[in-house]
């Protein structure tokens, strides 16, 4: 508990890993199990949980691999405030990828594996080598992709291609605006992010649906993603030089992956899966108001 000696409170390391964004994961398989037909039931029910551990660890060491940077431009974060020793945050990394393994073998096996170990490769290759290239918003991407895929596993991954490109656009789009959160944007990212938020919303209400209330819901779902998010990067592409509007709408896109993944869900068939997704929005949002989700 002794932050003089690097350990970090509880309070630090919720910071470090953005805990509360957790609840904006947890649909990424739910939307990959609905497409493919195979309802998170039984040990299945492991796989958000893979899923939350494997982010933890991406956000652990997304802040170990920009201690450097951070200590100039958000000195207090918790590795260089001292509250977290970068030691110990690259242990955590490590820690929670292997537990989000673990879990994954435990939910499906080889099945899933074959799908958890290219995510967790993905996001270490993320934060530890792509992040400040070009390729950074494609790797993202790929790592939002394989998510969504791991619900539907590597036997059935091709039955959930819509959903993982449409994860995959959204957060393409989120990457590349997220990158002038402290020092203002470009126009071009926040024009890339608003192309990305309609190719989403398109591929939600994309394909055959059961009914037309699944529709129905499919499109309220979109509607209300594309609504919230759009507005927010409208706001961020009118002023796209300022900080603190590409740091509002990259969070309003964080959280626009909760209705995005309903939708999801709902074209596809499983509305109470879709309705439980949605309901994590709120929480989501209101802890968000205590710690930041980037």
Known sequence: MSTARGRGTAGAWAELLR?????TVLGDTAAGAAAAGRPLRGRRLALPLASVALYWSGMALNDWADRALDAAERPERPIPSGRIAPAAALTAAAGLSGAGLALAALAGGSDALRIAVPLAGAVWAYNTVLKPTPAAPAAMAACRALDVLLGAGAGRWTAARTPALAMAAHTFGVTALSRGEVHGGRRGDSRLALATTLAATTLSCAGRAPSGLHRAAAGLCALGYAGTTGRAQLAADATPSTAAAVR????????????????????????????????ALAPARRLATRRSPT
């Open 19 to 23: 805990a509360p964004a957790a609840l």
């Open 248 to 279: 509002t709408a990259t969070i309003a896109g964080i959280h626009g992956m909760v209705p995005l993944q309903a939708a999801l869900c709902a074209r596809r068939g499983s509305l109470p899966t879709a309705a439980l997704v949605l309901s």
